[in-house]
């Protein structure tokens, strides 16, 4: 069974550029996650979307965005690009019946970098 | 708030030793789950271990294990037997309902 696909794994913008990010769950899962990444801040919870439907939102400013398609893939969507956005975007997908173990099963993720 | 504290940034074991990375969270609820996650260098994030917060015993895979303390709110890793793969980032979460609950990460070195 293939794992979580996330492409692109690298890119670079510059600030006030926009990038959308894309993420293939694994075959079966219908929730999938995003988080952000930043070196001693840990994972930083982006978004959550089930069937389509954003089920939870961190707390994160609305140029973050994101969707999900009836396929399951989703993507995410930063507008405006600032500096500190600048990081590893991970994507992580379930099967995410609630309750549930809901063990999350990531990928590799995209790694931004904003000049 | 819910939170997760991981308090060693950094650790270090020597080849075929024991390492505890501590852990410790914040939260109201009585159910939900707790998890140790492995980060390797430039390589995607895998489950370590999992455990129930309603079960009493200790999660055990192999060379890891955990101790859980529900009153402390404490969830430490225990990995015995350390070798050169184990070096990695350990991220240590907790999900509540449908919501995971990450803290910043313990790098851990592996001395041969």
């Known amino acids: 069974k293939a794992g979580v696909t996330q492409t692109p794994r690298y890119l670079i913008k510059t600030r006030g550029q926009q990038v959308t990010l894309s993420c293939s769950p694994i075959s079966g899962h219908r929730s999938v996650s995003w988080y952000q990444q930043t070196p001693g801040q840990g994972l930083q919870f982006l978004f959550e979307?089930?069937?389509?439907?954003?089920?939870n939102k961190g707390n994160f400013p609305g140029r973050f965005s994101g969707r999900q398609f009836s396929n399951s893939r989703s993507e995410m969507n930063v507008s405006t690009l600032e500096l500190g956005d600048s990081a590893l975007y991970l994507c992580?997908?379930?099967?995410?019946?609630?309750?549930?173990?809901?063990?999350?099963?990531f990928g590799e993720g995209s790694r931004l970098t904003v000049l | 708030a819910q939170t997760v504290t991981q308090s060693q940034p950094e650790m270090s074991v020597q080849e075929a030793e024991t390492v505890t990375l501590s852990c410790t969270y914040d939260t109201s609820e009585s159910d939900y789950y707790l998890f140790w996650y492995k980060q390797p260098p430039s390589r995607q994030m895998i489950l370590v271990i999992r455990q129930e917060a309603y079960k009493q015993q200790n999660a055990t895979e192999n060379r890891f294990s955990v101790n859980f303390q529900k009153a402390a709110k404490s969830f430490s890793l225990k990995i015995s037997d350390s070798q050169l793969g184990d070096a990695a980032m350990y991220f240590c979460a907790y999900r509540i309902v449908g919501q995971f609950y990450f803290g910043t990460g313990t790098s851990l070195t592996v001395i041969p």
């Open positions: 979307y089930f069937s389509e439907t954003q089920r």
């Open positions: 992580a997908s379930s099967l995410g019946q609630v309750p549930g173990t809901g063990e999350l099963f």
